[in-house]
């Protein structure tokens, strides 16, 4: 069981998948949801260092495209970590 409360299949642990607001609830404590709510998603991320979900484990894919997962080049820094094809 997940800390949501309900069982995922295997199919769900399989998807790669960008973290969300969402995602990043259960790092904090009820009293702290206020501070939470106040923190933007980017600013999350680069707290816990944890972009995407890959295998039903966290991991950091700064530097790479988040949707397909490719090395970023230098020259697609103005896209903000999505490449040209994305």
């Given at each position: 069981m997940n800390c949501q409360g309900y069982m995922m299949n295997t199919k769900e642990l399989e998807k790669n998948r960008l973290l969300t607001k969402?995602?990043?609830n259960i790092f904090f404590l009820p009293h702290e949801l206020h501070e939470f709510k106040k923190m933007s998603i980017n600013?999350?991320?680069l707290t816990y260092g944890v972009t995407h979900s890959i295998k039903g484990k966290y991991k950091d894919m700064r530097g790479n495209c988040f949707?397909?997962?490719t090395p970023l080049r230098p020259d697609y820094s103005h896209h903000k970590n999505?490449?040209?094809d994305c």
């Amino acid at each position: 069981m997940n800390c949501q409360g309900y069982m995922m299949n295997t199919k769900e642990l399989e998807k790669n998948r960008l973290l969300t607001k969402k995602d990043f609830n259960i790092f904090f404590l009820p009293h702290e949801l206020h501070e939470f709510k106040k923190m933007s998603i980017n600013k999350l991320r680069l707290t816990y260092g944890v972009t995407h979900s890959i295998k039903g484990k966290y991991k950091d894919m700064r530097g790479n495209c988040f949707k397909c997962l490719t090395p970023l080049r230098p020259d697609y820094s103005h896209h903000k970590n999505y490449c040209m094809d994305c």
